[in-house]
């Protein structure tokens, strides 16, 4: 069964405090790792898609990168518009992403 | 370029009931993914439609069933609603099956 984890499930950082975010996955099948920010509310923002162990893929003060078995998303001295809950998703089979629980981040000014 | 757009943006129903949620994909985009999403989780794959066709399900009963027409729009209905129905429904399009998804704002269902 595919199985993608994300820890820790809540995060609180001060302004300019620079952290990562884990995202573990099933290996078997996987077509691509994507992650998406969640505001509350509302539906998921695309971030950014991995595809091999090694790619790196950087937006603002997000920088996104994978490994065999992992991925994780840094968050380079956030702001506090950086709050939000960040989903990474394994692509499977030939249409689904099957996410995981989130992690909430919250930047304090 | 208009993105993903989703109606109602809220909608409440009571048990029983039978509940259409409606998706307009974005321009270009022939594929539309359904979404489940519980308070407090991510997202759970319902099913896809590609070109007017079911192109995968995930395990959702059938009374979850769906629509895509030949503009690319879609529906989601939901029979017999159960209160463990009560979530934020997510579409979300694509250009081709395997391509990124993107999502619209979602239509938050409560079920009395």
């Known amino acids: 069964e595919d199985q993608v984890t994300q820890s820790p499930e809540a995060l609180r950082l001060q302004e300019g405090e620079s952290s990562s975010l884990n995202c573990s996955y099933t290996?078997?099948?996987?077509?691509?790792l994507f992650w998406y920010r969640q505001d509350p509310g509302k539906g998921p923002e695309f971030l950014f898609t991995?595809?091999?162990a090694g790619e790196e893929k950087e937006k603002e003060r997000l920088k996104a990168t994978l490994t065999k078995k992992e991925s994780f998303l840094h968050i380079t001295a956030p702001k506090p518009e950086d709050s939000a809950t960040y989903l990474c998703?394994?692509?499977?089979?030939?249409?689904?992403?099957?996410f995981g629980k989130g992690n909430q981040v919250v930047v304090i000014p | 370029e208009t993105g993903v757009t989703q109606s109602p943006t809220h909608l409440i129903k009571t048990r029983g009931q039978q509940v259409t949620l409606r998706c307009s994909s974005q321009?270009?985009?022939?594929?539309v993914s359904w979404y489940q999403q519980a308070l407090g989780q991510g997202p759970q794959f319902i099913f896809q439609?590609?070109?007017?066709?079911?192109?995968g399900r995930g395990n959702f009963p059938p009374r979850f069933s769906g629509l895509q027409f030949p503009n690319y729009s879609s529906e989601l209905n939901v029979n017999a609603l159960e209160l463990d129905d009560s979530a934020l429904y997510l579409c979300?399009?694509?250009?081709?099956?395997?391509?990124?998804?993107?999502f619209g704002p979602g239509t938050r269902l409560t079920v009395l």
């Open positions: 321009s270009g985009h022939n594929t």
């Open positions: 998703a394994g692509g499977y089979g030939n249409n689904r992403l099957a």
């Open positions: 290996v078997s099948g996987l077509r691509g």
């Open positions: 439609y590609y070109r007017e066709e079911e192109n």
């Open positions: 991995l595809y091999s």
């Open positions: 979300a399009s694509s250009l081709g099956v395997t391509d990124t998804q993107y």
